[in-house]
């Protein structure tokens, strides 16, 4: 379990400021994740807030858990772009930025008269983030996206659920998430191409991409051999055992990946000749006659205690889990050493940063809803104002 650090401690980000215009998932994990590694980010949310401070229950003082799970390590403003007041402060704010981060429907900002291009001229060392369902162009073009939506219309419903059942929902918004993810690297990629240019540029990460990039192995089989893939449950669509089995007591996953694990897992459970058997000696064999090879394991299986026999296959350099609900998983003493579970002051607990770095870790300085009038001031503030302002056609 990690604690909230000082401001003073430094990321690998610092320095570096971001203006969050981003509403619901993907813009706002984006931002959190540059947040968590040190950069500045100032948040913009219209007069009404974020829709996700409203997706509950459950609610901690009006506030949606939703909103708690993406906003860390953000101050909060609230400004209405659609008055003149509200477009001259956000040229101010982005004046001071490094980065801008939107998911606004495509051409909105151009309406405003804050388009890439005009903002470009204007502030060329600007790195300008959108996050879109579908990108500008093509037969979607400029459409409006949902994490859901995309998961159906990527064929990533199509591979997940059992067979011969109905196309299933990934029970979490793998797209969205998946897409933040790729704006952060986008960002980062331009942060280093622009230590080389002066320049910044337009980044853009799109759910639709996301989706379509997350088939993997699906799409690989698919361009091979020309077979439309299709569900397979909890079992791995070209290796096996990569499956749930069930044992005495409860589930276990055997995730065997090569025929020296297979060789060992047979050894512990007692079935040697399994091992040796011509349909299963080979990892091609073992993944064409699953049919047959998963019940013999489970046969075997059900004489052992789960955790017992999790215990001595992991001792074997066998890769194997138990199946555990959510607030298991959550309170497990690894989740705990690995610093995957946060806790701020005020009651705020959220899920840590995955990316470890050795001298500069990420940290968490602000919880959600902090609020603040402008970034934190920098010593080389009008310096830098200036240099972002510069007009374009000197670089």
Not at 267 to 274: E, F, N, Q, T
Not at 341 to 365: C, F, H, I, N, Q
Request: aromatic share 8%; charged share 20%.
């Amino acid at each position: 379990m990690t604690t909230a650090a000082s401001d003073a401690t430094p990321g690998s980000l610092a320095g570096i400021r971001v203006l969050d215009l981003s509403r619901i998932l993907g813009g706002p994990y984006c931002g959190q994740i540059l947040g968590d590694h040190g950069a500045d980010v100032l948040k913009i949310e219209p007069p009404q807030g974020d829709d996700t401070r409203s997706w509950g229950p459950p609610f901690r003082d009006g506030v949606a858990s939703y909103y708690f799970g993406l906003n860390r390590n953000k101050r909060i403003q609230h400004l209405d772009f659609s008055t003149d007041a509200g477009r001259e402060r956000l040229l101010e704010l982005i004046a001071q930025a490094d980065i801008l981060v939107e998911n606004f429907k495509i051409g909105t900002m151009e309406r405003w008269g804050l388009g890439f291009e005009a903002l470009s001229r204007r502030f060329p060392r600007l790195i300008w983030c959108r996050v879109s369902g579908f990108g500008a162009d093509g037969p979607l073009g400029a459409l409006p996206g949902y994490d859901a939506a995309i998961q159906a219309m990527s064929g990533i419903m199509s591979v997940n659920g059992e067979a011969g059942g109905d196309a299933l929902r990934v029970g979490l918004p793998v797209v969205d998430m998946v897409t933040g993810l790729n704006a952060v690297i986008g960002v980062l990629l331009a942060l280093q191409e622009r230590q080389r240019s002066g320049r910044g540029q337009f980044v853009e990460a799109a759910l639709y991409d996301s989706g379509i990039s997350l088939l993997h192995p699906h799409a690989a089989n698919w361009f091979m051999d020309g077979r439309v893939p299709g569900r397979t449950g909890n079992a791995h669509p070209n290796i096996y055992p990569y499956d749930t089995f069930r044992t005495r007591t409860d589930p276990l996953f055997l995730a065997v990946g090569n025929d020296r694990q297979f060789g060992v897992l047979c050894a512990v459970i007692g079935c040697p000749a399994l091992a040796s058997d011509p349909r299963y000696a080979s990892s091609g064999n073992r993944s064409t006659n699953r049919a047959e090879l998963k019940p013999a394991l489970e046969a075997a299986l059900a004489h052992f205690d789960a955790e017992d026999l999790l215990q001595r296959l992991l001792a074997a350099s066998v890769p194997a889990a138990p199946v555990l609900n959510v607030d298991a998983a959550l309170e497990h003493p690894h989740t705990a050493h690995r610093g995957m579970v946060v806790d701020m002051e005020g009651g705020y607990r959220g899920l840590g940063a995955p990316v470890k770095l050795s001298r500069t870790p990420a940290t968490y300085r602000h919880a959600p809803l902090a609020t603040g009038t402008d970034f934190a001031p920098l010593p080389d503030e009008p310096d830098r104002i200036m240099e972002n302002a510069k007009n374009g056609a000197e670089n």
